[in-house]
């Protein structure tokens, strides 16, 4: 069965910094790639998905992933991030040994934009 | 937002007493999943069904049991609810197989 590691659980960064967050799975198939991310109180929504092709996918609210074959990772990127981008967010996978289609979700990274 | 509903929102029972949890979705979607949401673990996978009457069981289904008699519902019980299954339950759905699930607003159960 396939893992997730997010191997941040708590950021802490000011408006306008840059964040990266780290995504690594582990399958050697072919995975869909997914982040997800939950306001406070909130359901979960989809920022961004990777399904083929460029590796390079944008999402919404300016967030952006990498799909990076040979390191098993989809790292979130965002330039300059905003105090509305407090949140947590979720790597998850989905691969072509599942036949359920179940994604499996790392343990999250808390972020907290500070204004 | 899918149309996703859950209910109830918000539960507190008693350790040995049995619970159902409703998702109901609008958007005539295939798959519905059951998720728990616990701190550091991310979500989890409990149960999910690919049809009508047809479910399987994921990573965390010891004391689940489900149920899909419509395309539309999809219910969670506990048969005898544990201090261990204190935690938000969340719904999702896919149209297709290994495309992107959408989530309900959760329900947030504590068992005493």
């Known amino acids: 069965a396939q893992s997730v590691s997010q191997h941040n659980h708590h950021v802490i960064l000011s408006e306008a910094a840059s964040l990266e967050l780290g995504c690594n799975y582990s399958y050697g198939g072919t995975v869909n790639l997914f982040w997800y991310v939950q306001y406070p109180g909130q359901h979960l929504q989809l920022l961004l998905k990777y399904f083929s092709g460029d590796p390079l996918v944008k999402g919404i609210k300016g967030f952006e992933a990498e799909f990076i074959k040979s390191k098993f990772s989809f790292n979130l990127r965002k330039p300059s991030v905003q105090w509305s981008d407090t949140a947590e967010y979720f790597c998850a996978v989905n691969a072509d040994n599942n036949a359920g289609n179940m994604l499996t979700f790392g343990g999250g990274t808390r972020l907290m934009v500070k204004p | 937002d899918a149309g996703i509903t859950q209910s109830p929102r918000h539960k507190v029972t008693e350790t040995g007493t049995p619970v159902t949890l409703r998702c109901h979705q609008t958007?005539?979607?295939?798959?519905m999943y059951w998720y728990r949401q616990d701190p550091g673990h991310g979500l989890r996978l409990i149960h999910y069904s690919y049809g009508v009457k047809d479910t399987d069981k994921g990573e965390v289904s010891d004391g689940y049991s489900v149920s899909r008699s419509k395309t539309e519902d999809f219910l969670l019980t506990l048969e005898s609810a544990t201090s261990s299954q204190t935690s938000v339950y969340f719904c999702a759905i896919s149209e297709l197989p290994w495309g992107e699930q959408y989530f309900g607003p959760g329900t947030r159960l504590t068992v005493t």
């Open positions: 958007e005539n979607h295939r798959y």
